[in-house]
């Protein structure tokens, strides 16, 4: 760099006009000792929500308000500005007569964008519109980067999600949403608190890559010199707590799968998984619908909720059909009639369906009801009962041992959570996982029986309860978002330059 220029200097060589224009405001402020970044506080007194909100008792008095200047008016001798802080936006009023002519000509070279506070008192324009009157206008922080123009500018929903911090400030929509998101997580936790469970938190990193169907991340501890695993659930350790004494154990928790991305699945995401020591998978549907009512009711008022131009009614009790019985509806498909795993291959084969060449009945159940069922279930319906083979982790069903104590329950024809009457039988769930390691290792996975949770459970697990299900798409469904990319504040993106 040129010893002779300023970093200011420097710095615009590749910037836009625009740009330029705002770092040489900046460059003079600084050159006059007046450089806005060294301010270190401001004496707001309230929010623009609570000056609207309060305007009876406020109207006359002194306030002072902060926030980024959106907007701006300047008709000569007085100017109407609109200031927008964390809870909306507020109009303020400054005339030279009141602020000074050498304050007033300051603030005409203000660009939009800029962070501001403002003293004044609160009145109402001709208009009606509440707003404050100027007194004093402080410049905070200088914005270097105009904003986009809210209709045309911020168009590009790629740039949207790079950029959550430019969106939030043209749409300030948009804003509401992770609002929501923050109440739908503290009513999760208000809900389960009440009901006497123990909000925990389980390791993130593993040392073990165990069979489920998910991939994990892959990191390396330098210390340990192990590779170790982001997790891809918090079950295994929730139910250690199970087994340790902990009746009712809940985890709000950060979930890792390297895997496929889409409008439904992020690499990280949230999930609640929760469990309940002599319970069943019937208590833990009553639990379900009582919890999505009651958030459901607690954010959006009401029970019933638009969702991609569909009303989505929580109110409880929801339908209950077996997968075998759902799968029969809507195919005619009768997996009790099945006596062979060769009889299911070839009549799902028949109906277009593709399985595996070694896939069992139960696999093939699974599999037809991907293919006819789950985009059918608009309202909120459990489907219970699935086959073993992808229910590792479940207990059977007295009396039907191919068919577990499991549901999923599904909402405008996709998956929103998992559950069942969990396993306690050790050599049971050995068997399980001892099959399912060997099948992941087939595919040339490193899968590896939890030896640990084995243990735990030959200490002894009750009968127990458990729910896991994901935050993102809840928040989803209630904020009417038809990507998860909507709800998440910093969503993964490929990287690229600015």
């Known amino acids: 760099m040129d010893e002779q220029n300023t970093p200011l200097e420097a710095a615009s060589r590749e910037l836009s006009e625009q740009e330029q224009i705002r770092r040489a405001k900046l460059q003079r402020l600084v050159e006059e000792g007046r450089d806005p970044y060294k301010l270190t506080r401001y004496d707001r007194t309230h929010t623009s929500e609570e000056i609207v909100s309060g305007y009876e008792a406020l109207e006359g008095k002194e306030v002072s308000i902060a926030g980024r200047m959106v907007s701006r008016r300047i008709m000569g001798k007085a100017s109407f500005a609109h200031l927008l802080d964390g809870k909306g936006d507020i109009q303020f009023y400054a005339r030279r007569d009141d602020v000074g002519e050498e304050a007033y000509a300051e603030f005409k070279t203000y660009d939009i964008g800029d962070l501001v506070g403002v003293r004044g008192t609160v009145f109402k324009t001709k208009t009606g519109e509440i707003s404050v009157h100027a007194s004093e ?268 104590e499991r549901f999923e329950f599904f909402i405008n024809g996709g998956e929103y959570g998992n559950a069942f009457t969990e396993l306690n039988d050790p050599i049971d769930q050995r068997a399980r996982f001892e099959r399912q390691a060997a099948a992941k290792r087939a595919q040339g996975v490193n899968a590896q029986v939890d030896e640990d949770f084995i243990n735990a459970l030959e200490y002894g697990m009750p009968p127990t309860g458990g729910l896991g299900f994901g935050v993102d798409r809840l928040v989803m469904l209630l904020t009417d978002s038809a990507s998860i990319r909507d709800v998440l504040l910093f969503p993964t993106m490929k990287p690229r330059e600015l």
């Open 137 to 404: 206008i402080t410049l905070l922080c200088k914005s270097l980067k105009p904003l986009p123009e809210k209709w045309n500018g911020l168009r590009d929903t790629d740039l949207r999600y790079r950029q959550r911090y430019v969106d939030m400030i043209v749409n300030p929509e948009v804003r509401d949403t992770f609002i929501k998101r923050s109440l739908i997580i503290r009513h999760i936790r208000e809900f389960l608190d009440a009901r006497g469970f123990l909000e925990v938190d389980t390791p993130v990193l593993h040392t073990l890559e165990i069979g489920a169907d998910a991939r994990p991340f892959i990191t390396h501890h330098n210390t340990l010199d192990i590779d170790m695993y982001l997790r891809i659930e918090t079950e295994l350790y929730l139910k250690r707590l199970i087994v340790g004494g902990f009746e009712k154990v809940y985890e709000v928790g950060r979930i890792f799968r390297n895997e496929g991305m889409d409008t439904r699945h992020n690499p990280e995401f949230t999930s609640v998984e929760l469990y309940q020591a002599f319970a069943d998978y019937n208590d833990v549907m009553r639990l379900v619908e009582e919890l999505y009512a009651y958030v459901t009711e607690k954010v959006c008022g009401t029970l019933k909720v638009p969702y991609q131009g569909k009303e989505i009614d929580m109110t409880a009790p929801w339908p209950r059909i077996t997968m075998a019985d759902a799968v029969k509806k809507y195919s005619g498909l009768d997996f009790h009639a099945w006596q062979t795993d060769e009889q299911a291959r070839l009549e799902v084969s028949q109906k277009g369906v593709h399985v595996e060449k070694n896939a069992t009945r139960g696999d093939c159940l699974a599999a037809c009801f991907d293919e006819f069922v789950e985009h059918e279930l608009i309202q909120p319906t459990f489907i219970t009962d699935y086959p073993v083979e992808i229910s590792p982790l479940a207990k059977r069903k007295i009396g039907e041992p191919g068919i577990t």
